[in-house]
Nanobody
Framework: QVQLVESGGGLVQAGGSLRLSCAGS????????MGWFRQAPGKEREFVAF????????YYTDSVKGRFTISRANAENTVYLQMNSLKPEDTAVYYC?????????????????WGQGTQVTVSS
């Protein structure tokens, strides 16, 4: 049973923008903090951004600070990742994930629901 579904990926030139969306079932989304991760070919999955259930707490990996913005619309069971000033090194499959944690969590093992991923390719 699919719990989280990402969309919005695609091919964009360096300097461009994309907005990723992640729509979730109530079970996967409700009262959970959400994270975005990414995995480039040949590399491990890495943390990108975190948002608490209330959206008061947000946290980003250093490489995307000032360029990416995470947000959520709880009434729509949806979390977003606005990505601006994209760079070729941002190329990866992007995943959203849900966690019961109330603290900032960057470890993938602490997330218990995952989407199938959406490809983001940034050309130079």
């Amino acid at each position: 049973q699919v719990q989280l579904v990402e969309s919005g990926g695609g091919l964009v030139q360096a300097g461009g923008s994309l907005r990723l969306s992640c729509a979730g079932s109530t079970r996967a989304f409700n009262n959970r903090a959400m994270g975005w991760f990414r995995q480039a070919p040949g590399k491990e999955r890495e943390f990108v951004a975190f948002i608490s259930w209330s959206a008061i707490t947000k946290y980003y990996t250093d490489s995307v600070k000032g360029r990416f913005t995470i947000s959520r619309a709880n009434a729509e069971n949806t979390v977003y990742l606005q990505m601006n000033s994209l760079k070729p090194e941002d190329t990866a499959v992007y995943y959203c994930a849900a966690t019961r944690s109330t603290s900032i969590i960057t470890a993938a093992t602490m997330y218990d629901y995952w989407g199938q991923g959406t490809q983001v390719t940034v050309s130079s």
